[in-house]
């Protein structure tokens, strides 16, 4: 009996020994529930669109045909064939007719011949085909008297002719003339290297004919500044 009475005690206190009475436990229970309801959210606000990529401003470089044209905007390459094919778009030419570019220079000046880099303020002058000559050659000593270069698109060209030399002699062969054909031999997609090779090969005191083809209305500048050349 004891027992049973203080298990119903036991179940009618407080931690601190003092009776519950049914309103104080129905309290309890419903301040529980209230405690454990999960009160609504906000909705979520709108995600705003994701901003676009950043994009980088085109550069716009001019250009003009060496031989007088008007001017052109180009934009958009990356290498020398690139930089051709957008210069001969803007005067309606084939890139095959362009020899060569300077730079700030309408004039054949190899010492403003275009190299691996242009600058924002550099004004391009494109040297597209002109006259196309044959010129017979005999060697009379090992070396030729020329300096050999090209443009980076399969054309070789003359960058410098050493005075009083074999090709100094000649007269009509001038610096910025393209090395189109070694004996009827077309040598256009050779490297400057290569070029340089073959005319090395040719024998003492034989002739042999170059076929040249000089810039449009071009004027010669002899200079000693390559990036990529030959001696002969």
Partial sequence: MQKDLGKKCEDGLMEDGDAMSPQTQDSKSLTGEEESSVLPSAPPLPTSPPSP????PKLIFHTQLAHGSPTGRIHGFTNVKELYAKIAEVFNISPSEILFCTLNSHKVDMQ??????IGLEDFIFAHVRGET???????????LGLTITDNGAGYAFIKRIKEGSTIDRLKNVCVGDHIEAINDQSIVGCRHYEVAKMLKEQPRGE??????????????VKDSNAIEMEQL
């Fill in 112 to 117: 403003k011949l275009l190299g691996g880099q």
């Fill in 53 to 56: 990529p950043c994009q980088r």
């Fill in 133 to 143: 000559k044959e010129v017979e050659v005999t060697k009379t000593e090992d070396a």
């Fill in 207 to 220: 002739p042999f004919t170059l076929r040249l083809v000089g810039p449009k209305k071009a004027f010669g």
